[in-house]
């Protein structure tokens, strides 16, 4: 009994790393026969595994959704990267998720072995995170409107506008994005004929919600980049546009997300659609990247990088005073 348990979980291991097993390569693998392989996908489906099986050559056993969870069997890489996983969703930008990934990491910790529950202490101990800042929205919300976008279902809300102001809006919903801490839905709004970004936290779903709809081409076919686009055109009060003499690639892995919309410009440059709150913030952004640049738009942000320039080259030690942590 107690080898036919074991081989049921070395089963069930087994089943979802595939699209499909062969009877015989399950033989193979458990070191049974096929008749043994038969009977425990029988005894799976009894204790509530739906293993879905196709005849002939091409045939073979598949795992499906059934009433029962199979059990989940981490590797220890597996393991660590569920740990963290959990450990920065709590500190999200999902209202409630903090219990509920406290909860699950309990859970975890009990069904370790002890050499990842040591593993798991020590991050668990080494990480901490600030707070998330900026506003929370409702798990029910988010996934309303995932499903929504899965089933190419319209959407009717109540929209709450920077300014305070509401209004009802029927959308054709097509893409949820995270920007810097903030949900984003972009979706073609019916009444104005165009496509619109909305903030998930200031909307307000309403049954019933819309028809079903054909999807139509996201603008440039990049939703992110129509996102960041439409939120900056808002936030900021400077936009701009440079080139950046260096790759893309590059320049993403020392900006934010949220900080601008690049766009390749050959092999060796990049254009960067950007902004700020005012001129010299911007430069202070533009001047950190550390690639040499040339401004597009506005005339007057040149201006305002020569003046950090010069103040930058102003900036120097007096000639008896010591860098800071030299010895004396």
């Given amino acids: 009994m107690l080898d036919t348990s074991i081989r049921l979980l070395r089963l069930l291991a087994l089943l979802p790393t595939r699209a499909s097993w062969s009877g015989p390569e399950l033989?193979?693998?458990?070191?049974?026969?096929?008749?043994?392989?038969?009977?425990?996908?029988?005894?799976?489906?009894?204790?509530?595994?739906?293993?879905?099986?196709?005849?002939?050559v091409a045939g073979g056993y598949r795992l499906g959704s059934g009433t029962a969870l199979p059990p989940l069997l981490l590797d220890d890489e597996e393991a660590t990267v569920v740990a963290v996983a959990l450990r920065a969703a709590a500190a999200g930008s999902v209202s409630g998720v903090e219990d509920v990934a406290g909860r699950t990491l309990v859970k975890l910790d009990t069904v370790l072995p002890a050499r990842l529950r040591a593993r798991a202490d020590a991050l668990r101990d080494a990480v901490t995170s600030a707070p998330a800042g900026g506003p929370v929205v409702e798990p029910r919300v988010l996934a309303d409107v995932a499903a929504a976008i899965s089933a190419r279902t319209g959407l009717r809300l109540g929209y709450r506008a920077h300014d305070g102001t509401t209004s009802s809006r029927s959308v054709e919903p097509y893409r949820l994005v995270l920007v810097e801490r903030r949900w984003y839905l972009l979706a073609f709004d019916l009444e104005r004929d165009d496509w619109r970004t909305f903030r998930v936290d200031r909307l307000r779903l309403r049954t019933p919600g819309g028809r079903r709809f054909v999807p139509r081409p996201v603008p440039g076919g990049d939703a992110v980049a129509h996102v960041v686009r439409g939120v900056g055109s808002e936030a900021w009060a400077h936009p701009a546009r440079v080139r950046l003499h260096a790759p893309a690639g590059v320049v993403a892995e020392r900006m934010s997300p949220g900080a601008g919309v690049l766009v390749d410009d050959g092999p060796h440059a990049c254009v960067l659609e950007t902004g700020g709150t005012s001129l010299a913030r911007l430069a202070g952004f533009l001047l950190g990247l550390d690639v040499d640049l040339t401004v597009l738009d506005p005339p007057e942000l040149v201006d305002t990088l020569a003046r950090a320039g010069e103040r930058a080259a102003r900036a120097r030690l007096a000639p008896d005073e010591p860098a800071q942590g030299a010895e004396r």
Avoid: F
């Avoid at 033989?27 to 509530?48: P, S």
């Fill in 27 to 56: 033989a193979e693998r458990l070191g049974v026969t096929t008749r043994t392989v038969r009977n425990d996908v029988e005894r799976l489906r009894l204790l509530g595994y739906e293993v879905r099986s196709s005849p002939g």
